[in-house]
């Protein structure tokens, strides 16, 4: 095994991140079944990215710019050469790049209506959107997710 192996894998993660969906599941109809040969040529057009590939339930909280360099380090990690694929140290720039976003993502009614709609309580701060790879969802389904931040100390 390579350390680019790792790099590999860890596309891998990122695209079901981005997607929500598994990497390999057979209740997928054939041909989108295995999620890298299905959405990898997918990730370089922008209207697909986010009619096709992105997760309906983060639109909101990510903007176009982060979403675009996910996606692009996301092939960089897939590619089929493995000494064509960035190292985990680069991976991580990236990843701290996205992070360090201040654009704010564009609101969507949903996320506008459920913002204005509530006042907040006493005490609490408005709802803050969070970064793209810092995954908030639990479960079965998203055992795989990583806290980016701890492969970035380790990394370092």
Known sequence: MY??????GFGVVLLEMLSGQRAFDRKRPTGQQNLVE?????LSHKKK????IMDSRIEGQYSSKAMVQ??????K?????????PSMKEVVEVLEQIEAMKEKPKATKSAFASSHSKPHRRGQQPTQHRPLFIPGRRGPKYEHEVNIRKITKKVK
């Not at 350390?3 to 590999?8: F, H, L, R, T």
């Not at 990215?49 to 096709?52: E, H, R, V």
């Not at 990690?77 to 694929?85: F, V």
């Open 3 to 8: 350390v680019k192996s790792d790099v590999y």
């Open 38 to 42: 299905w959405l990898k040529p997918l």
């Open 49 to 52: 990215l986010k009619t096709t």
């Open 70 to 75: 996910a996606a692009q380090l996301t092939l």
């Open 77 to 85: 990690c897939l590619k089929a050469d493995p000494k064509n694929r």
